[in-house]
T-cell receptor, first 114, second 117 residues
Framework: SQTIHQWPATLVQPVGSPLSLECTVEGTSNPNLYWYRQAAGRGLQLLFYSVGIGQISSEVPQNLSASRPQDRQFILSSKKLLLSDSGFYLC?????????????FGQGTRLTVV | AQKVTQAQTEISVVEKEDVTLDCVYETRDTTYYLFWYKQPPSGELVFLIRRNSFDEQNEISGRYSWNFQKSTSSFNFTITASQVVDSAVYFCALRSGGSGNTGKLIFGQGTTLQVKP
């Protein structure tokens, strides 16, 4: 069966420090991968998505970047964190085409920038 | 543009009451998918249901049921005989279908359901 791992679960970082969040998927090949952010309140906003190795699309301009060095690995990074980067970050995967699946989410990383 | 609206920010019910969570969507796509996710206090999003735009058949799964009506662009979710464990934030989401779609989800703002014992 497929599983998605996301770490760390919680992170407290000072303003101006770098960030690296990692997400890996097991049990499937060539998934679409996504990073969502849930800011204080509730709404989820798509940050990045990737349809293949090295292919990254950004949905909103921001202080973050993403990379996909391997088929089932998706990394969210920042060179210098801002206070506004605080939030709950969720990685997700799905398959499009055949089979066509719903998105499955990791357990999330709660980031607090201080 | 695509949009999902969950007008109910918070709902509070007493255990065993029935509760309906509303979801209204906007899209120009002829093929699309609708989803409901549950977010318990732990934070992860738990998939509940997917519905295709060409299938308006309502669905029941245990205490959960979903009413999809294209005529009103609504995809409402009902919990029958609610339980304390149903307390969570519930999200409705929309995804485009057809070729070229990226699979990204457009989420509503979520409805916080509190079920009191």
């Amino acid at each position: 069966s497929q599983t998605i791992h996301q770490w760390p679960a919680t992170l407290v970082q000072p303003v101006g420090s770098p960030l690296s969040l990692e997400c890996t998927v097991e049990g499937t090949s060539n998934p679409n991968l996504y990073w969502y952010r849930q800011a204080a309140g509730r709404g989820l906003q798509l940050l990045f998505y990737s349809v293949g190795i090295g292919q990254i699309s950004s949905e909103v301009p921001q202080n973050l970047s993403a990379s996909r060095p391997q088929d089932r690995q998706f990394i969210l990074s920042s060179k210098k964190l801002l206070l506004s980067d605080s939030g709950f970050y969720l990685c997700a995967w799905n398959l499009l085409g055949h089979p066509n699946t719903e998105a499955f989410f990791g357990q999330g990383t709660r980031l607090t920038v201080v | 543009a695509q949009k999902v609206t969950q007008a109910q920010t918070e709902i509070s019910v007493v255990e065993k009451e029935d509760v309906t969570l509303d979801c209204v969507y906007e899209t120009r796509d002829t093929t699309y998918y609708l989803f409901w996710y549950k977010q318990p206090p732990s934070g992860e999003l738990v998939f509940l249901i997917r519905r295709n735009s060409f299938d308006e058949q309502n669905e029941i799964s245990g205490r959960y049921s979903w009413n999809f009506q294209k005529s009103t662009s609504s995809f409402n979710f009902t919990i029958t005989a609610s339980q304390v464990v149903d307390s969570a934030v519930y999200f409705c989401a929309l995804r485009s279908g057809g070729s070229g779609n990226t699979g990204k989800l457009i989420f509503g703002q979520g409805t916080t359901l509190q079920v009191k014992p």
